[in-house]
């Protein structure tokens, strides 16, 4: 008879290194945020956005008149922490652009003011 680590596998017996925790979410937020030239992770969607913040931003990115998607953290409690962790910023909407963490929403209508935004969603829509 085959011993027991011969028939199955031993979870930890194995001399690859344990994938952290959570990893699965973390690499749908970084396919998400590589695949889409402006993401923004939101309390509700662009349709229905669910907190003054999020619609500021949404209004933001409706005025520059470019696509963009959007992700309901209320939706997905599992994301609404992750989010957090994955960029090291403590507060939602999170925007994207290019690939690269822009900002919540007090820096995305500051960019947007100075005019900063603009040239930002159109170099990475080029590209």
């Not at 199955?8 to 998400?32: L, N, T």
Request: proline residues 6%; glycine residues 12%; aromatic residues 8%.
């Amino acid at each position: 008879m085959a011993d027991f680590k011969s028939v199955f596998k031993v979870v930890g017996d194995s001399d690859a290194p344990a994938a952290p925790q959570g990893g699965d979410i973390m690499e749908r937020i970084r396919q998400e945020v590589t695949g889409n030239k402006v993401m923004l992770y939101m309390k509700g969607d662009r349709h229905f956005p669910q907190c003054g913040f999020s619609a500021a931003v949404v209004e933001v990115l409706e005025d520059l008149g470019c696509p963009y998607e959007t992700r309901d953290i209320l939706a997905d409690p599992e994301l609404r922490g992750a989010i957090k962790v994955f960029t090291n910023w403590p507060t939602l909407p999170q925007l994207y652009v290019g690939g690269k963490f822009v900002g919540g929403c007090d820096i995305v209508l500051e960019m947007h003011r100075a005019g900063e935004l603009k040239p930002l969603v159109e170099q990475a829509l080029a590209g």
